[in-house]
């Protein structure tokens, strides 16, 4: 089957959220995505840049299973997606991690919910612990990390019950500059050594261009795909890329295009 | 001008804490001691303190203070347990429905405005003068705040949570054992803290309207007997024994915070 081979498909897809209400106090419908066309393959990492409010987040959950396109069709994997799959793992903004549980409980989170919690999830965990840097830390509570290392094992419990996509809605989007970078730094690492298909929402040029094979440009909401920017790149990705005159070509590329509708970038 | 506050050391912190209460209790003691009468009044409604910790003393009734304690703190002990279980159970039923809620919250809120007290008559009539009728009168004013709360944290639990636990394919039934439920620890707590001094107190008072044993029952021999030293004495007695109570509740919140199970 053809349809298998992509990781990720959107077909026509359009979202509008409800208003409610009528009269002066009424809230109107508000179209958030439309038209949107995209595959992403396996073994991609894609990012979705677009302006505040271009409904990325609504794409997003909608490949989640969390809502339901008005129009067109998600699939996955070459299935259409009905609700939430048990081979997807995400990661969004806040960390939502669970006070009372430890890192390591926090993590098995997923594989709790899927079945039962065996020794090989356990070593599996220990391992993306490693590899985040938050090992010896297995048995903090949340309140005693800092918030880069809460968002690091936001991303571990995504990846924990060994997901073949991995969902990232802006995950870095509260920290500051320095430790972002950093992040992003070890996201590449894990994503090359997890050899896992990832999909990142963002709102940042530069972290979208650092992190992933292909940047999708969406238009102001209603959002649309407007360009496909493909960073020529190797896998591994570094720090000293950022400064080079390249890595500089294809940010702007992405900025010129993002700012072609006169919209604001931020959020 | 004024100085700029420095930066204070641990021992020194705790030094000002405890010295400043060391200090205060010392001079309120002294006072209550060596005032004159005439600043107590007429010397005989406020009895020396030497004459309070005599009643306390072991030449002082110390056994019956005892005896007395034990039946309030049983029925206080009782009656918390029946309002505390009561109201978690109706507090989570009304925090999920928001049909049970609109039609029941109404009630309960009726129900709170009327003072506790005013329900002792009815209930000695219901079940005697014994303890009883006091645990039943603690059940119903213990009710109400862990019902709120309970109720309030269900009705508030983190959406970021329930859409993140959603995502990963959990069901109803899983959300609420591992989302809802353990974070329900922290707002029962919080009203456990309020039901528990309420506790006390509506055993007392349930025992100063009508009871056959208990401290309130004391108060009102020795009030009749115009035995002001022993009055006083259970008084401080009853103050020592609501703050343990009140410190209880913390220490046991930390104890269940730090050791929460890993589900």
């Not at chain 1, 940042?204 to 292909?214: H, M, N, P």
């Not at chain 2, 709360?149 to 990963?168: K, L, N, P, Q």
Request: charge should be neutral; include cysteine; hydrophobic fraction near 50%.
């Amino acid at each position: 089957m053809s349809t298998e081979e992509h990781a990720v498909e959107l077909a026509g897809l359009r979202h509008v959220f409800a208003g409610r209400g009528r009269g002066r106090r009424a809230v109107r419908d508000v179209e958030a995505v439309k038209d949107v066309d995209l595959t992403v393959e396996p073994g991609e990492f894609v990012s979705i840049v677009g302006p505040s409010g271009c409904g990325k987040s609504t794409i997003l959950k909608m490949i989640a299973g969390l809502l339901r396109p008005t129009e067109g069709s998600v699939r996955v994997w070459g299935e259409p997606v009905t609700g939430p799959r048990r081979d997807i793992g995400i990661a969004l903004q806040d960390a939502t991690l669970l006070p009372w549980r430890d890192v390591m409980s926090n993590c098995l989170f997923p594989v709790e919910l899927h079945g039962k919690v065996t020794g090989a999830a356990r070593e599996r965990v220990s391992g993306l612990l490693e590899r985040a840097g938050l090992a010896g830390f297995e048995s903090r509570r949340p309140k005693e990390l800092s918030g880069g290392m809460r968002q690091r094992v936001a991303i571990c419990r995504a990846l924990a019950d060994d997901p073949r996509l991995l969902l990232l809605d802006e995950p870095f989007g509260s920290l500051d500059a320095l430790t972002r970078e950093q992040m992003n730094i070890d996201l590449n690492r894990i994503w090359r050594e997890t050899e896992k298909t990832a999909l990142l929402i963002t709102h940042g040029i530069d972290e979208a261009v650092l992190l992933s094979t292909r940047v999708v440009v969406l238009s102001e909401r209603p959002g649309t795909v407007v360009e496909v920017v493909t960073p020529p790149f190797p896998k591994e990705r570094t720090k000293e890329l950022m400064s080079t005159p390249e890595f500089a070509e294809v940010s702007g590329q992405v900025r010129d295009r993002l700012f072609a509708s006169d919209v604001k970038v931020g959020g | 001008m004024t100085a700029a506050p420095r930066p204070m050391s641990a021992g020194a912190g705790a030094a000002v804490r405890w010295g400043g209460l060391a200090v205060v209790t010392a001079v309120l003691l002294a006072a209550w001691q060596f005032l004159p009468s005439g600043v107590q009044g007429d010397g005989s409604s406020v009895p020396k303190l030497d004459a309070v910790v005599k009643a306390l003393g072991p030449s002082g009734e110390w056994g019956e203070y005892l005896t007395a304690l034990r039946t309030t703190l049983g029925e206080a002990f009782f009656g918390l347990l029946i309002g505390f279980a009561a109201g978690v159970v109706l507090g989570v039923l009304l925090g999920e429905s928001r049909i049970l809620r609109q039609g029941f919250y109404p009630y309960a809120l009726a129900l709170q405005a009327l003072p506790p007290i005013a329900l002792a008559p009815i209930f000695v009539i219901w079940f005697g003068l014994g303890m009883e009728s006091k645990i039943g009168l603690v059940g119903a004013a213990t009710l109400f705040p862990i019902l709120v709360s309970t109720m309030a944290g269900v009705a508030e639990t983190d959406r970021g949570r329930i859409e993140m636990a959603t995502a990963f394919g959990a069901s109803k039934a899983q959300i609420r054992r591992k989302i809802v439920f353990p974070g329900l620890v922290v707002p029962i707590f919080s009203g456990l803290e309020i039901s528990v001094v309420l506790s006390f107190l509506a055993a007392i008072a349930g025992e100063l309207i009508s009871a056959n044993a208990g401290i309130g029952v004391i108060l009102q021999v020795y009030q009749r007997d115009f035995r002001l030293a022993e009055e006083f004495a259970v008084l401080l007695i009853l103050v020592v024994v609501g703050l343990a109570l009140a410190l209880l509740v913390r220490l046991a919140r930390h104890f269940v915070l730090e050791r929460m199970p890993n589900e």
